[in-house]
Structure formats: structure tokens, C-alpha cells
């Protein structure tokens, strides 16, 4: 038995990276830690809430993607934010989300496939996903070069995230991924959206990254969205952090 205070076990890594891409490994990883405290990607709430609460109003729409067993939707509701919908495609920890927040008939869960949405177009005001595009890419073996699979994974979240926004709505993502890794997903132009780019986090930095549809990419922006098509060789081998996130994704890659 823990002694009392001590921080709860971490959850079993998986033996290779792209694993983190399988429904098997979550629907497990969820079964084995069905009574466990929530497991929060790259901080807490009160690690990012200067930079998200001035983006939100009481009365947003407001999606979360991948969800996982995060506190991020409750602590949402706890701040005013009472219109919470979150999604992820296992259906274990679907439904213990479900049970642990049951007292909250507010917020909603669904099971579902965050490249394809089953909501109409226009549902949400804002879109929230803190880990679940890392998590998707998190096989691929050279974060600089991504594969066509992984641009064109990726590609199908944003378009979904794009379509599903209202007029003015913001898509929200917080990441481990610098913006030399990460903006040129972000800055195509068939999303339209702007994109601005901040950091949180004392010691290690992770990214927060602020998109409003309707708005638009400065040029600098689409020149790094380009590189998709024809990504350049690093001037210098990438510097690998280790935080004191257990599941660092970015040096986690096989190189």
C-alpha cells in the first residue's frame, strides 16, 4: 500500500512510441488505471489558466478532443464554463468519465474519433486539445520530417477541428511541440484561421498555441506551413529536454 502523500504510480509506457496511436494501448492503459487520479498532459489547469480564461466566455461551446481521463473539463466547469462537450474513441475511459462526473449531468461525453467528427458544422465555439496531436504523432521517428501519414493524420483532426468551429470560434492546442515542429501543421491557409504562439511552465516551457477562424496567416506563417510539402533538413540536430512530465513526447522519438 502507498504511503499517504505519495504521488500515484505512473501509468505503464508503452514498449514503442507509436503505440500511443492505438485505441488497444488507451482502452488498457484506462482498465488499469480506472481508479486512479486524472493524469494531466503537460500541467494542470492552474498552469495555463492566465493564458486560456481571457480566449473563453461563460456562454462558449466548448469542445475538448482526446480527453483521456484529464480533470481539464471539470476544472472548465468549475470556472464558469458550464457547456463542455469531450470526446475520445475509448469507450473505457468514456464511461468512466461518465461515472466519476456523473454529479456534473452538465458536462457531456461521447465516444468518437477525433478525425471524424460526428458534429455538424458550426456546433462549437471553441475547440480545446492539450496532448491528443502529440500523442498522434508520437511515432514518427524524425519530428523534423514528418511522414506523409502522419501530415495527412494530423491534416484530418484540423479539418475536422476547422469545420466544426463557428465564425470568429478559437481552436486552442497545448503541447510539447515547439513552433519549429508544430506551426507549419497549424499555418495552412485551407484551415482559415490565424495563429499566434505562447509559452507557459517555469524550468521547461510548453506551447500554447491560439487560433480565431476567420482571421489570417501573416506570411512568414504560410512560408513554415509550405514546408509540409517539402519539410528542410535541421541546420543543427534538434536539443532533446527532459521535463518533469513522465511522458515527454518529443524526447521520447527514436532518432
Known amino acids: 500500500m502507498a504511503s499517504p502523500g505519495a504521488p500515484p504510480p505512473l501509468p505503464e509506457l508503452p514498449e514503442r512510441n507509436c503505440r500511443y496511436g492505438e ?4 482502452n488498457q492503459r484506462y482498465r488499469d488505471a480506472a481508479d486512479s487520479a486524472p493524469y494531466e498532459w503537460f500541467g494542470d489547469y492552474s498552469s495555463f489558466r492566465a493564458l486560456l480564461e481571457p480566449e473563453l466566455r461563460p456562454e462558449d461551446r466548448i469542445l475538448v478532443l482526446g480527453c483521456g481521463n484529464s480533470a481539464l473539463s471539470y476544472e472548465l466547469f468549475l470556472r464558469g464554463f458550464p457547456d463542455v462537450t469531450s470526446v475520445d474513441y475509448s469507450s473505457v475511459v468514456v464511461a468512466s468519465m461518465r ?7 452538465k458536462l457531456r461525453w461521447e465516444i468518437m474519433d477525433v478525425r471524424t467528427l460526428g458534429f455538424p458544422s458550426g456546433s462549437f465555439d471553441v475547440v480545446l486539445e492539450k496532448g491528443t496531436l502529440d500523442a498522434l504523432l508520437a511515432g514518427e521517428r524524425d519530428p523534423w520530417t514528418v511522414s506523409s501519414e502522419g501530415v495527412h493524420t494530423i491534416d484530418q483532426v484540423l479539418s475536422e477541428v476547422s469545420r466544426v468551429l463557428v465564425p470568429g470560434g478559437r481552436f486552442i492546442s497545448l503541447t510539447c511541440a515547439a513552433p519549429h515542429f508544430r506551426t507549419r501543421h497549424y499555418a495552412q491557409p485551407c484551415y482559415g484561421w490565424s495563429l499566434r504562439h505562447m509559452t507557459y511552465g ?8 491560439l487560433m480565431h477562424k476567420g482571421g489570417e496567416l501573416s506570411a512568414a506563417q504560410l512560408a513554415l506551413g509550405a514546408q509540409i510539402l517539402s519539410p528542410p533538413s ?12 513522465h ?3 518529443l524526447s521520447a522519438i527514436q532518432l
Do not use: I, K, M
Open 202 to 209: 517555469s524550468g521547461f516551457h510548453f506551447h500554447f498555441y
Open 99 to 105: 461515472a466519476r462526473y456523473a454529479h456534473v449531468p
Open 247 to 249: 511522458e515527454d513526447f
Open 234 to 245: 535541421p541546420l543543427t540536430s534538434p536539443c532533446f529536454l527532459q521535463d518533469s512530465d
Open 23 to 26: 485505441l488497444q494501448y488507451w
